[in-house]
């Protein structure tokens, strides 16, 4: 079990939510690392080059792996529930935990688009996220074009706030993105 700065500690039961769990990346998820690469989106939103090579991947999976211990969140792989079979990722940033809030992150590998996956995912990191003392409010950026992260974000009980306007580069262009908020729960 790692410990990051601020004492968070990797969990020690995979969060769960229909058929995925999530859990840390491994050196098997590497194809679906390569897959993911090939899609003309998720290279210009993180650190995965486009059309990994294996080495590329590797390393991506390093990065992954060490999210944690250098404090900016916990970076899942997606895993099918039953085979354990590698289908993306999903992160839970906690650079803002200070003020009670995380962002959320996920993309599937092409191949398994369109099953419900992201969702099942984001439903899993958001339970998780509800075990994070003093977490109280997650959010989500979306561009305005993403129809299937905003579909996901709404599947999972997230609620759009409004336009962010000019509010960062992606793929060398300032973009407009949603902001999706879900707040915790009241006991």
Partial sequence: MTAAPNNLRWPTHA????AVRLRQFEERDLPMIQDLSTDPYVPTIGSLPADATEDEARAY???????????TGFAFCI???ATDTA?????????DLPAGRAGVGYSVAPRVRGRGVAADA??????FGWTIDGLHRLEARIEPWNTASIRT????GFERE???RSHEEIGGRRVDLLMYSLLRPTR
């Fill in 15 to 18: 969060p769960v939510y229909g």
């Fill in 61 to 71: 999976l390093g990065r992954q792996r060490g999210r944690l211990a250098e404090g």
């Fill in 79 to 81: 895993a099918d529930r």
């Fill in 87 to 95: 289908f993306g990722n999903a992160g839970l940033w906690i650079r």
């Fill in 122 to 127: 984001l439903r899993a990191l958001v339970g």
């Fill in 153 to 156: 974000a709404e599947a999972a």
């Fill in 162 to 164: 409004g336009l962010l």
